[in-house]
């Protein structure tokens, strides 16, 4: 399991790797794995508002299905049609081909509210 140092994590395992305005979110490793196989991502159109800390769509596993959840308030500029065309990409390569959705920050003080990789490993016990 990895957890790339140049990331920031939630509490509710997406992570997110910021370049200037615009951030790339996706699913921890951790939370690929707890999934299992990922079968399904449903993910909001091009435009959508995000808001931190809620729902932006969803992710289907053969065990579970789970909320997505936003690590920050922002506008959706791309989803990553590989995922939602192959959701299994998800489980092979969740930091990199498994990106979800590209936003643009709203608000970047929210960032301070994100774990670095240290903090996160610390929350799930690795």
Do not use: C
């Not at 959840?69 to 192959?86: F, H, L, Q, R």
Request: glycine share 8%.
């Amino acid at each position: 399991m990895t957890f790339p140092e140049n990331l920031k994590y939630t509490k509710d395992h997406e992570w997110m790797r910021v370049e200037g305005e615009v951030g790339w979110i996706g699913v921890t490793d951790y939370a690929q794995g707890e999934l299992g196989d990922v079968v399904f991502v449903e993910l909001p159109a091009v435009g959508s508002k995000l808001e931190q800390g809620k729902s932006f769509g969803t992710i289907e596993a053969v065990k579970a299905v789970s909320d997505l959840y936003a690590p920050v308030t922002g506008e959706v500029v791309e989803i990553n049609k590989e995922v939602a065309d192959s959701p299994e990409v998800v489980n092979k390569e969740p930091y990199e081909r498994g990106w979800m959705v590209k936003v643009r920050i709203a608000n970047p003080t929210e960032l301070s509210a994100l774990l670095d990789a240290a903090a996160y490993r610390k929350l799930i016990g690795k």
